[in-house]
């Protein structure tokens, strides 16, 4: 299914993308970051809570780092500063692209067995299967925070995976 190397190009594209979409952030205030723009998640702020709360949770299935000290259903409002949001993103996606540098072949082949808070019961799944997902979902919810963000009038940047550093 996927490759070592495809999880360490995905978490390089992770990067880039989250420091183009904070930046971009960065040139509305924080009632604009804050304003319910009909997402899932209502806001670019609270999208970007649950993204960076999704990133840690998985963390701490596949790599044992802490998991996230509120539940998924108060993920939108886990941070509340924009300084501190933004530096606890940098730091996740340096742990992640950690985690990925060191990913084997032989993890990705096995199972892992986790309890999901989500379906309220215990799930084993295909480690390759999860990791993607992982980075699937940091897509799905960073293509509605650009969507936000375009129509708030900022300007992240091109979102083409081909645009990434290293990429073969």
Known sequence: MIDPAFASTMARYNAWQ??????????LDDTARRQDRGAFFKSIHGTLCHLL???????????GTPKPTVPGS????????????RSERR???????????????DWLAGDLTWVSGISRRELTKP????????????????????????????????????LVDAVR
């Open 53 to 63: 709360w999704a990133d840690r949770m998985w963390l701490s299935r596949f790599a």
């Open 18 to 27: 989250n420091d183009s979409l904070y930046t971009a952030a960065a040139t």
């Open 127 to 162: 480690k390759a299967l999860l990791v993607a997902h992982m980075f699937n979902h940091q897509t799905h919810h960073r293509g509605q925070v650009h969507a936000m963000l375009t129509a708030a009038g900022a300007k992240p940047e091109d979102t083409d995976l081909m």
């Open 74 to 85: 108060e993920s939108a409002r886990m941070i509340e500063e924009w300084s501190e949001l």
């Open 91 to 105: 730091g996740t996606d340096a742990l992640i692209g950690e985690w990925a540098a060191v990913l084997s072949p």
